[in-house]
């Protein structure tokens, strides 16, 4: 049974930072495309960040291009989203998917999914 667990979500102050960590139990991980994507209350599900198998190419939402970076480390099933320079709109639950082969900006393509992490940013 594949898992996908969310941490490292938190209360922080407008241009704070924060690293969500999403650990997998997904058998061959390598093969599989990353991504995250947030809800905010009374908001649709949208995109975030989504990384390839090999970890290059990355691909961003343009609100967090430039202050968001999506890693992850095929040696230990993890993903990670670094988050500087958060403004109070990145306030929303954040949700950690996999989808075997390529990278999708659609949350649909995403077979496995976490329970969320919940990100508040104060002003």
């Known amino acids: 049974q594949v898992q996908l667990v969310e941490s490292g979500g938190g209360l922080v102050q407008a241009g704070g930072s924060l690293r969500l960590s999403c650990a997998t139990s997904?058998?061959?991980?390598?093969?599989?495309?990353m991504g995250w994507f947030r809800q905010a209350p009374g908001k649709e599900r949208e995109f975030v960040a989504t990384?390839?198998?090999?970890?290059?190419?990355?691909y961003y939402a343009d609100s967090v291009k430039g202050r968001f970076t999506i890693s992850r480390d095929n040696a230990n099933n993890m993903m990670y989203l670094q988050m500087n320079s958060l403004k109070p709109e990145d306030t929303a639950v954040y949700y950690c998917?996999?989808?075997?082969?390529?990278?999708?900006?659609?949350?649909?393509?995403?077979?496995?999914w976490g329970q969320g992490t919940q990100v508040t940013v104060s002003s």
């Open positions: 997904i058998f061959s991980f390598s093969n599989f495309a």
């Open positions: 990384i390839r198998r090999s970890a290059e190419p990355t």
């Open positions: 998917a996999a989808r075997y082969g390529s990278p999708s900006i659609v949350g649909p393509d995403y077979a496995y």
